[in-house]
């Protein structure tokens, strides 16, 4: 089992940053892929970005190239999600995913295999 907390989340303005962390503990390795997504009310879990243990290889929705980027700290077990240059459309819960192959270009919800609780993220225009 892998436990992931996330944290960081808020209100922000739009063109705002806000930069999400994920801890992981339990039996997390350094070769497994990471990953947010997010959840708006009334709409489906979609994919945000991934990032890979061994080679912090990195992929990316098309809608936040350019604005967010993810990173990780395998000496610490967490991922983290800095968000730049924010919307009102990027308001959601944020949740941080754990796969345990280190693969990570599905943007599928069921390939991934442990999700933290969630963080909600609210930019007001």
């Known amino acids: 089992q892998v436990q992931l907390v996330e944290s960081g989340g808020g209100l922000v303005q739009a063109g705002g940053s806000l930069r999400l962390s994920c801890a992981a503990s339990?039996?997390?390795?350094?070769?497994?892929?990471m990953a947010w997504f997010r959840q708006a009310p009334g709409k489906e879990r979609e994919f945000v970005a991934s990032i890979s243990g061994s080679d912090y290889y990195t992929y990316y929705a098309d809608f936040v190239k350019g604005r967010f980027t993810i990173s990780r700290d395998n000496t610490k077990n967490t991922a983290y999600l800095q968000m730049n240059s924010l919307k009102p459309e990027d308001t959601a819960a944020y949740y941080c995913t754990v796969r345990t192959i280190d693969s990570i270009t599905s943007r599928r919800p069921g390939d991934y295999d442990y999700w933290g609780q969630g963080t909600q993220v609210t930019v007001s225009s």
């Open positions: 339990g039996r997390m390795s350094s070769r497994n892929a």
